[in-house]
């Protein structure tokens, strides 16, 4: 079980996992999210996190964490 | 179970059962062909057979450029929260309000001669309305419009400009505005009755001889004028001006100790005299 952060940072994502950030930066201008059996998935960068065993801080599931994404690439495309 | 697309902040969301796919809209790319909507990853939608419904596949790929164009351009306008939109209830009254508003005050305007363009004007630049109801020191025929009262009562109100009072407006009954004005004066070597002010002057405890002077005024033919004087207990010499004239009575010299006496006159334009046609004494 592994607790998640994620972060906007300008035209990227910041992924935290137990407290340590990824060292990939994932690039909003072309990410793309999959979601399936509960299980979300960066692509094409890869990250996984399975909510059937791991939490992201601020969000009850899979889908809330890919809504919040989708308003990070907005705020990054219009320049917030 | 529904295979449904809406945008999602800067992604194309598709949503079928538990699988939800995210597609960025800042590189998707979609064509039409073999009677589908088919996206990147080969997966292929029936316009027929997606949520929201589409007329035809290609309102549907024109729909997902409309969320690609509004989510690289901020274009929505429900993505910012405090713009105020043409279809939505209860936004401007969320607005701080302000108190006391001034003419200096801006308001936003779409200037009908100028396209609709959105402008500025202040409260002080709106053209002034007429209360098609009120009246008018300067218009005729507004009292006349007025439904008339044929019967008056003394409870029936006027109104009116107190002169006591800085002439603010006030109502007056009927039975106020016909009640005589008097004037009292304790004893007196000459009485002037003031016309423009008093329809009676009294005279009380008078302790000398008195002159009746010639009444001040603008006088009106049929005015009327009421003395009424009271000695203190010592019968006192009284004198007239040439004014008042005597009509069938005779004026007094004099008073009767401890009776009053009323002394009633009209003024006659004819002449310019005060006719005195009422001497009345206390029996």
């Known amino acids: 079980m592994a607790v998640f952060t994620i972060q906007q940072n300008g035209g990227a994502l910041k992924v935290s996992r137990d407290g340590v950030i990824l060292s990939t930066r994932i690039n909003l201008f072309e990410l793309q999210i999959e979601i399936r059996n509960n299980t979300l998935l960066f692509l094409p960068e890869g990250t996984r996190i399975d909510f059937n065993v791991d939490t992201v801080t601020g969000y009850a599931n899979a889908e809330a964490v890919a809504d919040q994404v989708g308003n990070f690439i907005f705020n990054a495309n219009t320049g917030v | ?283």
């Not at chain 2, 929505?76 to 405090?82: M, P, Y």
């Not at chain 2, 008097?182 to 000459?190: D, H, K, P, Q």
């Open chain 2, 1 to 283: 179970m529904a295979k449904v697309f809406s945008r999602a902040g800067g992604f194309l969301k598709f949503k079928e059962d538990s699988f939800v796919k995210y597609y960025n809209l800042n590189e998707i790319e979609i064509t039409v062909r073999d009677n589908k909507v088919n996206f990147p990853d080969g997966n292929g939608y029936l316009f027929s057979n997606v949520s929201p419904s589409f007329a035809s596949n290609e309102i549907f790929a024109d729909q997902i450029g409309t969320w690609q164009a509004e989510a690289q351009a901020g274009a929505s306008g429900g993505e910012d929260v405090n713009a105020v939109h043409v279809n939505q209830a209860n936004e401007i009254a969320g607005v701080t309000s302000k108190g006391t508003p001034t003419v200096n005050d801006f308001l936003l305007i779409e200037d009908v001669a100028d396209g609709n363009s959105k402008k500025k004007i202040t409260i002080g630049d709106i053209p002034a309305t007429s209360d098609v109801n009120a009246v008018h020191v300067n218009v005729a025929n507004e009292i006349t419009a007025i439904i008339e009262k044929t019967t008056v009562s003394n409870q029936d109100e006027f109104i009116i400009e107190d002169s006591s009072s800085s002439f603010v407006k006030k109502s007056i009954k009927r039975k106020t505005l016909i009640n005589p004005i008097n004037n009292n004066t304790e004893t007196a070597t000459t009485l002037t009755p003031n016309i423009d002010e008093y329809e009676q002057e009294s005279v009380n405890d008078l302790a000398t001889a008195l002159t009746i002077g010639a009444p001040t005024g603008t006088v009106a033919s049929g005015m009327k004028l009421i003395l009424r004087i009271a000695d203190n207990g010592t019968a006192r010499a009284l004198t007239f001006n040439a004014i008042f004239r005597a009509i069938g009575v005779t004026l007094p010299t004099t008073t009767t100790a401890n009776k009053v006496l009323y002394i009633g006159c009209i003024y006659n334009s004819q002449g310019s005299k005060w006719d005195v046609i009422a001497i009345k004494e206390e029996v």
